[in-house]
């Protein structure tokens, strides 16, 4: 009986042994580090593993129903949106990875907010490509930011984009306005135009923007982006800030 007793109770210390390990193997991981979210912005830098693309979604929290705001890619840098104005101010951001040689999204970190004065402190001047493009002190400052899936993270990168907006190309015209209007946000500008940002990104990540280049793409994809490209001129161009 002696025996008996002795191997029911080392079973049963291994057994638990196997469950312990189990539950510490399932549970989500706690040291990811979360996006942050202020009245203007939400920021998520990228860590250097794992590798593969990177997705932040910016939703309203506790509204009927909850509305996504803006989502933006990249492999490497900071992945920013800007936080609009709404009735609560209350948001959810998600970060997800598609790690290399994966095909699906996995959830890696989030965090749910309410931001006080959430989208109202726009009332910085607004500047135009040109600006931009010649006061490198002022735009190196207020990098990396993303255009579609290409991350702008020095000074460099940003001029050559400038210099390439000849809007006969009408994806290297979009390309340019988003980058001031992105710019001018940034730099505490109202965030009216935020919409426009965000379909002017889901553009450029539809045509796979890299960069300064030639795209070729089809006449209504050629009209959608002349159109939000002008209306982000008509945002960067308005120096008294009083309309979008």
Not at 57 to 74: E, F, I
Request: proline share 5%.
């Amino acid at each position: 009986m002696r025996r008996l007793a002795l191997l029911l109770a080392t079973t049963a210390l291994a057994v638990g042994s196997v469950l312990a390990s189990a539950g510490a193997a399932s549970a989500a991981p706690t040291n990811h580090v979360p996006p942050t979210i202020t009245a203007t912005q939400a920021t998520f830098t990228i860590p250097s593993s794992p590798t593969g693309l990177w997705q932040m979604t910016l939703n309203t929290k506790n509204s009927t129903p909850n509305q996504r705001l803006g989502r933006t890619t990249g492999t490497s840098g900071t992945l920013t949106l800007p936080v609009p104005q709404t009735a609560t101010c209350e948001f959810q951001v998600d970060v997800k990875v598609q790690r290399t040689g994966e095909d699906f999204f996995r959830f890696y970190s989030g965090v749910v907010a309410t931001v006080p004065g959430c989208g109202q402190s726009g009332t910085g001047q607004r500047f135009t490509p040109g600006y931009w493009k010649n006061h490198e002190a002022a735009t190196t400052a207020l990098l990396p930011q993303m255009l579609g899936g290409y991350t702008v993270s020095t000074f460099d990168q940003a001029h050559a984009i400038f210099v390439a907006m000849k809007c006969k190309d009408a994806i290297n015209c979009l390309a340019g306005h988003l980058l001031a209007a992105q710019l001018d946000v940034a730099n505490g500008s109202s965030i009216c135009i935020t919409g426009v940002i965000f379909q002017a990104n889901q553009l450029l990540t539809k045509v796979g923007y890299a960069g300064p280049a030639n795209y070729t793409v089809g006449s209504m994809v050629r009209d959608q982006a002349i159109s939000l490209a002008q209306q982000l001129d008509n945002y960067t161009n308005d120096s008294t800030s009083t309309s979008c």
